[in-house]
């Protein structure tokens, strides 16, 4: 019950809840069907993708092939390229699947072999995607450790794992800043979660004898390198084995090729001589689990004019929920105007 002067009082009450898992068979939800996933704008001269890629910005591509691999009609949605932005594409190919483009599209001596162009059309919701990964990033940072490390003095990481299903690794940043080789030590089965801190990295590069990655048994398409912090991320003279999600990162090609699906927030190649193979990650990685929880809805019941013409205001609440919300007073539970605590119920 709250005594008050006049009637005119607002409440909020709100309950947020992480996003849902898309419908997908990759963790990495709708991005797990293209080998390159940009958030923003895409530069890509020279190489190509074997499998479909998407940018949710512009793209620059020059002498650039997509889809090279995927099978006729291009991925599963039947798409070889989505582009959000505009599209200036100069010599080069589109192999299988449509070409959809939300912005202007400028083909130059460009062509889509098999599939067409869709124009304007963004069938992929980027922001969501994006939202989504990040949430699965920040999840994977925080699982708990099962895998060891030891870094060699002249550079070598070696990696330790004895699950048959599942590793994860925690690399600190000063030792990945030393790093300057790799080597697996894990079963053949297991899927590995090697989550990298720091927020600007190169991959180790590879001059000669360094710069090498020995799989030793381990599977490059259960292997995921999870930059969760990088802002910053570049591969020099490298063919990296297995996926990389650096949802935060602007990712840099000076040149090399990544072995598996790359999702950056935007991509840069001005070099001619990088690639992205499609080694798509496999399935039942870890993903956070989805919140059906439903918004509780607050009530003004009545309101009593009193004796000494004040007014109170009685208030409920509908939870539409099987069990209790704890809900502090705060941003998501307040009265407004001030004070926002006015007896507020915290378990609803």
Same mark, same amino acid.
């Given at each position: 019950?709250l005594?008050?002067?006049?009637?005119?009082?607002?409440v909020?009450?709100?309950?947020?809840?992480?996003?849902?898992?898309?419908a997908s068979?990759?963790?990495?939800?709708?991005?797990?069907?293209?080998?390159?996933?940009?958030? *923003?704008?895409?530069?890509?001269? +020279?190489g190509?993708?074997? #499998?479909a890629?998407?940018? !949710?910005?512009? &793209?620059d591509?020059k /002498?650039y092939g997509a889809?090279?691999d995927?099978h006729?009609?291009?991925?599963?949605?039947?798409?070889?390229?989505?582009?959000g932005? *505009?599209l200036t594409f100069?010599? +080069?190919q589109?192999?299988? #699947?449509?070409?959809?483009v !939300?912005g202007? &599209?400028?083909l130059? /001596?460009a062509t889509?072999l098999d599939?067409?162009?869709?124009?304007?059309?963004?069938p992929?919701d980027?922001?969501a995607?994006?939202?989504?990964?990040l949430?699965?990033?920040?999840?994977w940072k925080n699982?708990?450790?099962?895998?060891t490390?030891?870094?060699q003095?002249?550079?070598?990481?070696?990696?330790?794992?004895?699950s048959?299903?599942?590793?994860i690794?925690?690399?600190?940043?000063?030792?990945?800043?030393?790093?300057?080789?790799?080597a697996?030590?894990v079963?053949?089965s297991?899927r590995?979660?090697i989550?990298?801190?720091?927020?600007?990295d190169?991959?180790?590069d590879?001059?000669?004898?360094?710069g090498?990655t020995?799989l030793?048994?381990?599977?490059?398409?259960?292997?995921v390198?999870n930059?969760?912090?990088?802002?910053?991320?570049t591969?020099?003279?490298?063919?990296?084995?297995?996926?990389?999600?650096a949802?935060?990162?602007?990712f840099?090609?000076a040149?090399?090729n990544i072995?598996?699906?790359?999702?950056?927030?935007?991509?840069t190649?001005t070099?001619?001589?990088?690639?992205?193979?499609?080694?798509?990650?496999?399935?039942?990685?870890?993903?956070p689990?989805?919140d059906?929880?439903?918004?509780?809805?607050?009530l003004?019941?009545?309101v009593?004019k009193?004796?000494?013409?004040?007014?109170?205001?009685?208030?409920?609440?509908?939870?539409?929920?099987?069990e209790a919300?704890e809900?502090p007073v705060?941003?998501?539970?307040?009265f407004?105007?001030?004070?926002?605590?006015?007896?507020s119920?915290y378990y609803?």
């Open positions: 019950m005594k008050i002067n006049r009637i005119f009082l607002s909020t009450l709100i309950l947020l809840f992480v996003s849902s898992v898309f068979d990759s963790p990495f939800g709708i991005a797990g069907k293209y080998n390159l996933f940009v958030f *923003n704008n895409l530069i890509h001269y +020279g190509d993708s074997e #499998g890629i998407a940018a !949710g910005g512009d &793209a591509l /002498s889809g090279t995927l006729n009609g291009g991925n599963d949605d039947g798409y070889g390229m989505v582009i932005g *505009n100069q010599n +080069g589109s192999y299988h #699947g449509d070409v959809h !939300g202007t &599209a400028t130059t /001596s889509i599939g067409q162009l869709v124009n304007p059309s963004s992929v980027f922001s995607e994006e939202s989504y990964l949430n699965l990033s920040a999840y699982l708990t450790p099962n895998g490390y030891t870094l003095p002249w550079g070598r990481l070696e990696l330790y794992g004895s048959k299903k599942l590793n690794f925690y690399i600190d940043a000063a030792t990945w800043q030393s790093t300057k080789e790799i697996f030590h079963k053949k297991s590995n979660i989550n990298i801190a720091g927020t600007s190169v991959l180790p590879a001059h000669g004898y360094f090498s020995f030793n048994g381990a599977k490059k398409k259960k292997i390198w930059f969760f912090e990088s802002t910053s991320l591969i020099k003279n490298n063919s990296w084995q297995g996926s990389i999600l949802p935060k990162a602007d840099t090609y040149s090399g072995e598996g699906n790359l999702i950056v927030k935007s991509c190649m070099n001619y001589s990088g690639e992205v193979h499609d080694y798509p990650l496999d399935d039942d990685f870890p993903v689990e989805e059906t929880t439903e918004n509780v809805i607050p003004l019941e009545c009593v009193n004796s000494d013409d004040t007014y109170t205001a009685h208030f409920g609440y509908n939870n539409p929920n099987d919300i809900i705060g941003s998501e539970n307040y407004s105007p001030q004070p926002q605590d006015r007896r119920d609803i």
